[in-house]
């Protein structure tokens, strides 16, 4: 059997697997609301609507965090959240939408840690062991049980190791920008802190292979040519935050113990913080493989893998560090999303050791065996029991007081997936325009003005994306409205445009509301900067999109073909 039909066969297993990885919950037949679930899925709610209506807004969000008119899509992964919003809208209701996105995560995941190890000389079996048993640690199974955001870093990370080897292992071309760019680039337009911890894990090769490569001024301008591509495709991204770092003072994220959240060893389960003990031999044995012959960069590979797993863990004096820099503890939050990359880089050296001797290529499979097995029935009954339970009332607000565990079940498996977000919400006051610089209680203030005021008004989406609330009221008097007001939001009550408006500390406005039909009209008004760079971010886009069918083209063309092709990639 050919190379070809070996690595067709193991994508055809890797395929099955993944299937086969959905019938835990398929079987518990509930959708499955963990700790970022809700506040992802009105991300994505808001831009399937947009879709569905084309009522386009880029900033406001006008159908999901209950109407609401705050801006969190065009700064947190816009492309992503519209990718999202369309498997939404073509699998009708979030049960089907989060079996999809679970299958498409995996298999990108797979594919990436599939191809990572026969860049390394494993052979399909191996492949295959890595690649499902990566599946099943680390963040990659919290996006089934949860919505991380991180879990995306993980199922990308395999695509990186594959970028940053190439700089170390290929010393005629060390640097591909089109590989590079389109990774970081493709990690920016979902997740912002991943895209950091990718570019922090590039710098170690790249200094490497500078001193180690035969063409290093050819290595430099590559690497430059992919940060200056990536900076003009990323434009969309940096200049909203721009927008809004400049002009208001953005609420953080919570704040959480970073040595808590950093990685211990677990005897149950490997996900997120939790490593367990056989990872920990089998990361050991692979470390005194590599000490016994170290060859080419597989060293270097496993001493970054190893400082990274380091660095995450408790080993760490996570501790100290956020007592001196508390910001961390808002900005990073969780030390363990560090094997995002420490997992593929260490599973990378582990397939270049497999070719070696048998009987160390068979001690490193007992493990990788040990850990799937061990990881695979912890995350089965994790994922059975979370879909069985249905809701976990601990990340949610009933927006309905008199709804009931079953009409949220009820409403998380309709078909109208607009009812999920009508029962319930999620305390979350990321990027809301503050007035003070305290944060304290954020959350339960913004449960008061925001989640239990908004079912008060009726809510419309104008054809230009304005939003539109309507109310009356028995008399004239000060009245706070559930929507955020930045400095860039124009608001017109009852057809006079306000412009002195008190509000509270979350942004909400307090308005002088007559007596009978009151009306506000809420828009998003970003500068002329801003909408150039949104407007170079979807051009390079384009560009780079005709970059990539022309090199797919070259690459596929006959060999005794006529047409001309560029020299790309």
């Given at each position: 059997?050919?190379?070809?039909?070996?690595?067709?066969?193991?994508?055809?297993?890797?395929?099955?697997?993944?299937?086969?990885?959905?019938?835990?919950?398929?079987?518990?037949?509930?959708?499955?609301?963990?700790?970022?679930?809700?506040?992802?899925?009105?991300?994505?709610?808001?831009?399937?609507?947009?879709?569905?209506?084309?009522?386009?807004?880029?900033?406001?969000?006008?159908?999901?965090?209950?109407?609401?008119?705050?801006?969190?899509?065009a700064v947190y992964g816009p492309a992503f959240a519209m990718l999202n919003g369309a498997l939404l809208a073509l699998t009708h209701n979030w049960f089907g939408y989060q079996l999809l996105t679970t299958f498409i995560i995996n298999l990108v995941a797979g594919i990436g840690m599939l191809n990572l190890s026969r860049q390394m000389g494993a052979g399909p079996g191996v492949s295959l062991l890595l690649a499902v048993t990566y599946l099943n640690i680390g963040w990659l199974p919290n996006w089934e049980m949860a919505q991380n955001m991180s879990a995306w870093g993980a199922a990308l990370a395999p695509y990186l190791c594959m970028v940053a080897i190439q700089m170390i292992t290929d010393h005629q071309k060390p640097v591909s920008w089109l590989k590079l760019t389109l990774i970081i680039s493709i990690t920016a337009q979902i997740h912002l802190l991943s895209t950091a911890i990718f570019v922090v894990t590039l710098v170690p090769f790249f200094i490497a292979g500078m001193v180690i490569v035969d063409h290093r001024w050819k290595m430099f301008k590559e690497t430059l040519k992919a940060v200056g591509l990536t900076i003009l495709l990323s434009a969309n991204i940096w200049g909203a935050l721009l927008e809004l770092t400049t002009h208001n003072r953005l609420a953080k994220t919570n704040p959480f113990n970073l040595y808590h959240n950093a990685l211990m060893i677990s005897q149950t389960s490997g996900v997120r913080e939790s490593i367990l003990l056989i990872m920990v031999i089998l990361f050991g044995l692979a470390t005194l493989?590599?000490?016994?012959?170290?060859?080419?960069?597989?060293?270097?590979?496993?001493?970054?893998?190893l400082g990274i797993l380091l660095v995450a863990s408790?080993?760490?004096?996570?501790q100290s560090l956020q007592s001196i820099m508390p910001a961390l503890k808002r900005d990073f939050q969780f030390p363990a999303r560090l094997t995002t990359v420490a997992y593929p880089l260490l599973f990378a050296g582990i397939a270049r050791l497999s070719t070696q001797g048998k009987w160390q290529r068979w001690l490193l499979i007992i493990c990788l065996l040990g850990t799937l097995i061990q990881a695979s029935i912890f995350n089965s009954q994790a994922v059975y029991q979370a879909g069985r339970k249905h809701v976990n009332t601990t990340f949610l607000v009933r927006l309905k007081k008199t709804a009931s565990r079953q009409d949220i079940v009820?409403?998380?498996?309709?078909?109208?997936?607009?009812?999920?977000?009508?029962?319930?919400?999620?305390?979350?006051?990321?990027?809301?325009?503050?007035?003070?610089?305290?944060?304290?209680?954020?959350p339960l203030t913004y449960q008061y003005e925001i989640l239990w005021q908004a079912p008060k008004f009726h809510h419309q989406i104008r054809s230009d994306g304005a939003l539109i609330l309507t109310w009356y009221a028995k008399r004239a008097n000060k009245r706070l409205v559930a929507v955020i007001v930045y400095q860039e939001s124009k608001v017109v009550l009852n057809g006079k445009v306000q412009t002195h408006l008190h509000r509270s500390r979350l942004g909400a406005p307090y308005v002088t509301q007559r007596t009978g039909k009151n009306v506000l009209v809420l828009t998003f008004h970003p500068t002329m900067?801003?909408?150039?760079?949104l407007l170079i971010a979807g051009l390079s886009w384009l560009c780079f999109g005709l970059i990539l069918l022309l090199h797919v083209?070259?690459?596929?063309?006959?060999?005794?073909?006529?047409?001309?092709?560029?020299?790309?990639?």
């Open positions: 059997m050919t190379k070809d039909h070996h690595r067709s066969l193991s994508r055809l297993w890797l395929i099955i697997i993944c299937f086969l990885m959905l019938l835990p919950q398929f079987i518990s037949g509930g959708v499955i609301i963990g700790n970022d679930t809700l506040f992802h899925f009105n991300r994505f709610y808001d831009a399937a609507m947009q879709l569905r209506t084309g009522h386009f807004n880029y900033f406001q969000t006008n159908y999901g965090f209950q109407q609401n008119g705050r801006v969190i899509n493989f590599t000490l016994k012959s170290p060859q080419d960069g597989t060293w270097l590979i496993m001493l970054v893998g408790t080993l760490f004096p996570w009820t409403a998380s498996n309709s078909r109208h997936f607009g009812k999920l977000i009508d029962e319930v919400g999620k305390r979350s006051p990321d990027y809301l325009p503050l007035l003070s610089k305290s944060q304290r209680n954020l900067m801003t909408r150039f760079l083209f070259r690459r596929f063309r006959p060999k005794n073909s006529l047409v001309p092709y560029f020299g790309i990639g």
